[in-house]
């Protein structure tokens, strides 16, 4: 079987983190398979894999073809080949649309075969994810057939990407450094996040790691004017590979993090966290917060569960809506409680591996669907 994923970089690393994630599990799964990435900004995936070579068309990595979704002549050439054979399963990620080379062989040339397209959605634990997932959904064109996949935090969706590296809950390092992966926030937002960890944090055994990203230059200027009252030390860190990187955030004793892929391993992997979420218009990002709050609170003790949804909403609302003061008791209480709210973490991951694998499940499916 050959499938396509389609990936548009839309969010620094996150997009392609995800796409990366999944073929490399569908691959673990299915060897046999043949895999195609089309991806629109290779020097963003150079930056989780310096495998890549973004000046290339095609290139073959760890066993995968990536293509360049840029590249009109090139791929509409290598898939429309063989009577457009290579194009049988599509994942669309994210509602990333479709190349225009692409659009050219589903809907204007001579398709003889049916080809099915998958739209996998964001990551939400809002409660539309069960409603929409295997939903059928029409396109320009009967023989070219569309349905929704909905990743999820419950049984009636597709779960979460469980590869090798997040398939059990890992005893967590108690005194590992603390990671910092977050949006800005205006002006000296982070100032009351540091100087939280500054009453945390009673030794210098303890870093507090900034990724790169959105967010690193607005934590090292709250940093840089408060250093000389600060105790403990502020590592900037260079780009990491995925496994890299997920082996650094297994290592941590807790986490500040944003976006979908660091958020969902986040989810897996029982160490607290905070999850700063995109930001959006209307403060949309507040209902994605509370939702995914709602899933996590029977996994705690109510008066536990209130600790970390006081500084997960706070981290969510704008700064001119939260007082620095107020945001940096929050952290400072979530931080002084973690050890004790652990239990609630470990529940929920379980809860999690319980689901089973979203690979898995997405390739089940693919063999359901390609066998009508």
Request: proline share 2%.
């Amino acid at each position: 079987m050959e499938i396509t994923l389609l990936c548009k970089v839309v969010d620094n690393f996150g997009d392609v983190g995800v796409a990366y994630r999944l073929i490399s599990r569908l691959h673990k799964l299915n060897p046999d398979n043949k895999l195609n990435l089309i991806i629109d900004d290779l020097y963003s995936f150079q930056k989780i894999n310096n495998k890549i070579n973004p000046a290339k068309s095609f290139q073959q990595v760890d066993s995968l073809n990536i293509y360049n979704w840029n590249e009109y002549n090139f791929c509409y050439s290598a898939f429309s080949g063989e009577k457009n054979q290579h194009l049988q399963i599509i994942l669309e990620l994210f509602q990333c649309g479709r190349p225009d080379w692409m659009e050219k062989i589903l809907f204007e040339d001579n398709l003889d075969h049916v080809v099915n397209i998958i739209m996998v959605d964001y990551l939400t634990a809002e409660t539309y994810a069960e409603d929409f997932h295997k939903l059928q959904s029409l396109t320009r064109k009967a023989i070219v057939q569309k349905v929704n996949f909905m990743p999820g935090f419950t049984d009636k969706t597709g779960g979460l990407i469980i590869d090798d590296n997040w398939n059990q809950i890992a005893t967590r390092n108690s005194q590992g450094d603390i990671l910092f992966f977050c949006y800005d926030r205006d002006g000296s937002g982070w100032d009351p996040l540091l100087k939280a960890l500054n009453k945390y944090n009673q030794t210098l055994s303890k870093k507090l790691l900034v990724a790169q990203g959105k967010g690193h230059d607005s934590l090292i200027t709250s940093y840089n004017h408060l250093s000389d009252f600060l105790n403990y030390q502020v590592q900037s860190l260079d780009f990491l590979n995925q496994n890299q990187w997920d082996n650094m955030m297994k290592n941590c004793s807790f986490l500040f993090i944003r976006g979908e892929e660091t958020m969902s391993r986040a989810c897996l992997s029982g160490i607290p966290f905070v999850w700063h979420a995109y930001p959006q218009s209307d403060e949309y990002q507040l209902v994605k917060v509370k939702a995914l709050l709602d899933v996590m609170k029977n996994h705690f003790l109510p008066q536990d569960f209130s600790v970390v949804e006081k500084v997960w909403l706070m981290f969510n609302t704008p700064v001119s809506e939260v007082d620095d003061i107020s945001f940096e008791n929050a952290i400072y209480e979530f931080l002084v409680q973690q050890e004790k709210l652990v239990y609630g973490f470990n529940s929920f991951s379980k809860s999690l591996l319980n689901n089973g694998d979203m690979a898995k499940n997405l390739l089940d499916f693919i063999s359901e669907i390609a066998s009508k």
